[in-house]
């Protein structure tokens, strides 16, 4: 009869929690059209003129672009040099997708999207100024001394020439990278909601956390060289340990924080210990939880390069080391770019995945 009144409670509490967020989603949503139709409204024809200059200022950039490559002569060999002229084509015909998207929206109206473009806009035209200026200083004037720093054209061909195994490598990245990290998540889970609930636990695991949290990665490097077996084992717990670290600080803090009168209340109810942790501490450090797997995620990806390094066959810190060797800065450049766009797309796909998960809450950006 208890647990039943129990699970009543917890029921009819959450319809009304939810009920009230909804509501206050809905009001504050209201408010944000509201206020974005006041802006549209209260502009001046001058800040309209303004604001049409900023959306088109990435089209003027790019043209800038083109013609410092075209019409000033190179300082050193250049072959295929129409794929530089390509890439930021590709470019300006993403901004133009985006643009005519935002423009449609807006005339719908949906004024966020093209809020957003025209926010985006001036970042988005000094990217291809400073593409501009380093072809400049590489290409063109050899201030940057090639190949030790080579143009863009020269990275892109190394690319091109070389991905069948920069796929490869990317792959293998990514396995390690995620079979390290949700391995971390999963150690960091259990340990943070042991010293979250239980003072016990936090008294014996916290010195542990407190001693191996701080520590370098690539301090482990030559540790696990002489301990493990398996280097990709060893590779696997260095990217592990720092996602460990960080959910295990975030969930332990979260459910430390939680509301101590709805433990106290559970309990009344007759809740068992399980419960307590399930259905109250869990659900109430989920957004520091979501926090900590985040950061768990910039950790890893900043692991996996040392972690490769320690002699896995194949990877993008791998294939970094292994063109070195051979003096390929070219492709080296080409693989720097790659691990940035990848770490931006993993990165980016986790803050989505928070955002949705968090969607109820109040306050956040769109």
């Not at 088109?56 to 800038?64: K, N, Q, W």
């Amino acid at each position: 009869m208890i647990a039943y009144c129990f699970n009543k409670v917890i029921v009819m509490n959450n319809k009304l929690n939810t009920h009230d967020k909804n509501t206050k989603v809905q009001d504050e949503m209201i408010t944000r059209q509201k206020l974005l139709e006041l802006e549209k409204k209260e502009k001046t024809s001058f800040e309209k003129i303004a604001d049409g200059i900023i959306l088109l200022l990435p089209f003027v950039c790019a043209g800038i672009a083109l013609l410092e490559y075209i019409y000033i002569p190179n300082n050193t060999g250049n072959p295929f040099p129409e794929r530089y002229i390509i890439f930021i084509s590709f470019l300006m015909c993403l901004y133009a997708l985006f643009l005519i998207v935002s423009i449609l929206k807006n005339m719908l109206g949906n004024f966020t999207v093209l809020a957003k473009t025209r926010h985006y806009a001036p970042l988005y035209s000094a990217v291809l100024l400073l593409l501009a200026l380093y072809d400049y200083l590489t290409l063109k004037t050899g201030i940057l001394t090639h190949p030790f720093i080579p143009c863009i054209n020269s990275i892109i061909n190394a690319g091109i020439a070389d991905y069948v195994m920069l796929i490869d490598c990317t792959k293998n990245t990514l396995i390690l990278l995620f079979f390290g990290y949700f391995a971390g998540v999963l150690a960091g889970l259990i340990t943070g909601i042991l010293c979250g609930y239980s003072e016990k636990a936090r008294y014996w695991i916290s010195p542990i956390i407190n001693i191996l949290g701080p520590i370098p990665t690539v301090t482990w490097v030559p540790i696990m060289m002489v301990v493990v077996s398996s280097l990709y084992a060893g590779s696997v717990f260095i990217i592990a340990l720092g996602a460990w670290f960080a959910v295990t600080v975030a969930t332990m803090t979260g459910i430390i924080h939680v509301n101590k009168d709805y433990f106290e209340a559970a309990k009344t109810l007759g809740a068992s210990t399980t419960q307590l942790v399930s259905r109250i501490a869990i659900p109430g450090a989920i957004p520091s939880i979501l926090q900590g797997c985040t950061q768990a995620m910039s950790s890893a990806c900043v692991s996996i390069l040392i972690a490769e390094m320690l002699g896995v066959e194949s990877g993008l810190g791998w294939y970094i080391t292994w063109q070195k060797s051979w003096a390929s800065y070219d492709k080296m450049f080409a693989a720097l770019f790659i691990i940035c766009l990848v770490f931006i797309l993993v990165t980016k796909t986790l803050g989505k995945i928070k955002k949705y998960l968090l969607r109820w809450q109040i306050g956040d950006d769109e």
